[in-house]
């Protein structure tokens, strides 16, 4: 999704653990077009009123701020005109959750105060315990920047850290790949893939100690029914970036999960729909490994059968097709996918960390019909791990890319839904949540191709007409004519109270092609405005986006 979680979810809304504060886009610290540098201590109007445009409007100043589960309000005791921001961290393991607070010096947030159409940078300064600290910040909404990503918040306190998965102390090297020494026995008789519908099994490799999802890729021949592979011609790439380093004394161990292949029936045309799911597994030894790119990592193991579950669907995949002009006026409906995760360490805050799949059910394109099975996966993880239900429907329009090569751009929206397994499928799997409508750019709407007069636009929309979103996602993807696709290059989160939002003018550069999607998300136990990226991995989940088409700046 590369892992099948990065497609499903880099496409649907990359989820705030994945889609980053602060990585994947270069920054920009300088002053572009319309931004003033401020770095006084008052008001630029003198008397501390709101001046300019509404352009967060919904965005009340110190209304309702939302608190995280149960803790006081976080604006509580910040003198006036000061905003205040942390990062604590917070690993979860199997002994409990540890927090530690990060140092933002290395990458400063900054604050962005609209002042109608142009805006105030401010730089601030740093605080104790290593957070960050802005004065004169008049009430109201305001952006707060951290690398690649901005918040649109009035609140006075911001804690902008993370859950991470694994033990606070663990180390990762520079090396995302390693070669393996593959050494199992017991699998289930191996299935080759053979297509899409037929995927066959295959091996993932986690860990319950450091953060690690790869899957394991054997290049030999495996032939079918074998139940051993025993081969130094193997590698794992961490989906998750670097690697761990697994220390014994610390008791690090390795998950191998096989996945099989399993019958879901037959598609309307007669053709077999195959699903995999987790079926054995072996927890090898806490052992020691430094991963250096060319010594071969271990994975030895009597492999055993998971605890299996069976559960019924009903899948009623004509109401999200139904979806797609809302997407796209040109959009037409795209790949169907549920897969179930586990929950590392309980569901009490959420989905924190990813540790593979233990079952995925991929569609054909343009699927569309109602769609009931009986599936079955395993669980080789502890009883008190959760599990966790995703299911996603993605959409796209083809058009002409803006390079004037004539090749056609796949331009994608997607609905995504997360919740505990058992509230998933209590009732048939149908859209609990619709597309923003009436997208546009600058008054225009966004599904018109064109060149836009400034590169610091208005984006608009209206809610959603099912569903009452709890914050949005506006995602703006730079095209790159060398490599013909667009990339996502600066991600703005807002609360669900805001249905507009102007580009901060260093967001677009000029004569640069884009594309941007809105996604409305609903997810009642987030506080998008105090703890955006922690709150946003609570259950459950759901987020539904419309895009636009390529538009060009000056």
């Given at each position: 999704?590369?892992?099948?979680?990065?497609?499903?979810?880099?496409?649907?809304?990359?989820?705030?653990?994945?889609?980053?504060?602060?990585?994947g886009?270069?920054?920009?610290?300088?002053?572009?077009?319309?931004?003033?540098?401020?770095?006084?201590?008052?008001?630029?109007?003198?008397?501390?009123?709101?001046?300019?445009?509404?352009?967060?409007?919904?965005?009340?100043?110190?209304?309702?701020?939302?608190?995280?589960?149960?803790?006081?309000?976080v604006?509580?005791?910040?003198?006036?005109?000061?905003?205040?921001?942390?990062?604590t961290?917070?690993?979860?393991?199997?002994?409990?959750?540890a927090?530690r607070?990060?140092?933002?010096?290395?990458?400063?947030?900054?604050i962005?105060?609209?002042?109608?159409?142009?805006?105030?940078?401010?730089?601030?300064?740093?605080?104790?315990?290593?957070?960050?600290?802005?004065?004169?910040?008049?009430?109201?909404?305001?952006?707060?920047?951290?690398?690649?990503?901005?918040?649109?918040?009035?609140?006075?306190?911001?804690?902008?850290?993370?859950?991470?998965?694994?033990?606070?102390?663990a180390?990762?090297?520079?090396?995302a790949?390693?070669?393996?020494?593959?050494?199992?026995?017991?699998?289930?008789?191996?299935?080759?893939?053979?297509?899409?519908?037929?995927?066959?099994?295959?091996?993932?490799?986690?860990?319950?100690q450091?953060?690690?999802?790869?899957?394991?890729?054997?290049?030999?021949?495996?032939?079918?029914?074998?139940?051993?592979?025993?081969?130094?011609?193997?590698?794992?790439?961490?989906?998750?970036?670097?690697?761990?380093?697994?220390?014994?004394?610390?008791?690090?161990?390795?998950?191998?999960?096989?996945?099989?292949?399993?019958?879901?029936?037959?598609?309307?045309?007669?053709?077999?729909?195959?699903?995999?799911?987790?079926?054995?597994?072996?927890?090898?030894?806490?052992f020691?490994?430094?991963?250096?790119?060319?010594?071969?990592?271990?994975?030895?193991?009597?492999?055993?059968?998971?605890?299996?579950?069976?559960?019924?669907?009903?899948?009623?995949?004509?109401?999200?097709?139904h979806?797609?002009?809302?997407?796209?006026?040109?959009?037409?409906?795209?790949?169907?996918?549920?897969?179930?995760?586990?929950?590392?360490?309980?569901l009490?805050?959420?989905w924190?960390?990813y540790?593979?799949?233990?079952?995925t059910?991929?569609l054909?394109?343009?699927?569309?019909?109602?769609?009931?099975?009986?599936?079955?996966?395993?669980?080789?993880?502890?009883?008190?791990?959760?599990?966790i239900?995703?299911v996603?429907y993605?959409?796209?329009?083809?058009?002409?890319m803006?390079?004037?090569?004539g090749r056609?751009?796949?331009?994608?929206?997607?609905?995504?839904?997360?919740?505990?397994?058992?509230?998933?499928?209590?009732?048939?799997?149908?859209?609990?949540?619709?597309?923003?409508?009436?997208?546009?750019?600058?008054?225009?709407?966004?599904?018109?191709?064109?060149r836009?007069?400034?590169?610091?636009?208005?984006?608009?929309?209206?809610?959603?007409?099912?569903?009452?979103p709890?914050?949005?996602?506006?995602?703006?993807?730079?095209?790159?004519?060398?490599?013909?696709?667009?990339f996502?290059w600066?991600?703005?989160?807002?609360?669900?109270s805001?249905?507009?939002?102007?580009?901060?003018?260093?967001i677009?550069?000029?004569?640069?092609?884009?594309?941007?999607?809105?996604?409305?998300?609903?997810?009642?136990?987030?506080?998008?405005?105090?703890?955006?990226f922690?709150?946003?991995d609570?259950?459950?989940?759901?987020?539904?986006?419309?895009?636009?088409?390529?538009?060009?700046?000056?």
């Open positions: 999704m590369k892992s099948p979680r990065l497609s499903f979810l880099l496409g649907a809304t990359c989820v705030a653990w994945l889609a980053g504060c602060g990585s886009a270069p920054e920009s610290n300088g002053l572009g077009a319309g931004l003033s540098s401020v770095d006084t201590d008052t008001d630029s109007t003198g008397d501390g009123t709101w001046m300019g445009e509404p352009i967060a409007e919904g965005c009340e100043p110190d209304g309702g701020v939302p608190t995280d589960g149960g803790v006081p309000s604006d509580a005791g910040v003198p006036e005109g000061v905003v205040w921001v942390k990062s961290a917070r690993f979860h393991t199997s002994v409990g959750i927090e607070e990060e140092d933002l010096s290395a990458n400063p947030p900054e962005l105060v609209p002042t109608g159409s142009t805006f105030e940078l401010h730089l601030g300064s740093p605080g104790p315990q290593g957070g960050w600290m802005f004065t004169g910040i008049r009430p109201g909404p305001y952006y707060l920047r951290t690398g690649s990503t901005f918040l649109v918040t009035s609140s006075r306190s911001v804690d902008i850290g993370r859950n991470r998965l694994g033990r606070p102390d180390e990762y090297v520079d090396v790949s390693s070669p393996l020494q593959v050494n199992l026995l017991n699998l289930a008789p191996w299935q080759n893939w053979e297509g899409s519908l037929q995927p066959g099994s295959s091996l993932q490799l986690t860990s319950s450091v953060d690690l999802f790869s899957t394991a890729s054997i290049f030999d021949f495996i032939p079918d029914g074998a139940t051993s592979i025993v081969t130094s011609n193997a590698v794992m790439d961490s989906v998750l970036g670097n690697l761990p380093v697994f220390e014994a004394d610390k008791g690090d161990r390795l998950y191998v999960n096989q996945l099989s292949e399993f019958s879901a029936g037959f598609l309307p045309d007669g053709r077999p729909l195959g699903y995999t799911a987790v079926e054995r597994s072996a927890q090898v030894g806490a020691d490994f430094m991963p250096d790119g060319f010594t071969p990592m271990p994975v030895t193991g009597l492999l055993q059968q998971a605890r299996m579950r069976e559960f019924p669907i009903e899948w009623r995949l004509p109401d999200f097709a979806y797609a002009s809302q997407v796209h006026p040109n959009a037409q409906p795209g790949i169907p996918r549920l897969d179930l995760v586990p929950g590392p360490h309980g009490q805050e959420g924190i960390g540790s593979g799949e233990l079952l059910l991929s054909p394109r343009g699927t569309a019909y109602d769609l009931t099975a009986r599936l079955k996966f395993g669980n080789p993880y502890p009883s008190n791990w959760g599990v239900g995703m996603s993605s959409f796209r329009n083809q058009e002409p803006p390079d004037g090569s056609l751009g796949s331009l994608t929206g997607t609905y995504s839904e997360y919740d505990a397994v058992d509230n998933l499928i209590a009732g048939p799997l149908v859209p609990k949540l619709s597309p923003p409508r009436a997208f546009t750019i600058d008054g225009v709407p966004a599904s018109v191709p064109r836009v007069g400034t590169v610091s636009p208005v984006l608009a929309w209206s809610a959603p007409s099912v569903g009452t709890t914050a949005y996602r506006v995602s703006i993807q730079r095209f790159d004519p060398d490599f013909g696709f667009a996502t600066r991600i703005l989160y807002m609360p669900g805001v249905t507009q939002v102007r580009l901060p003018p260093d677009l550069e000029p004569a640069t092609s884009y594309v941007a999607t809105v996604s409305a998300i609903d997810s009642p136990n987030s506080a998008i405005e105090t703890f955006p922690r709150t946003l609570r259950l459950p989940y759901r987020s539904f986006s419309a895009t636009s088409s390529y538009f060009t700046t000056p």
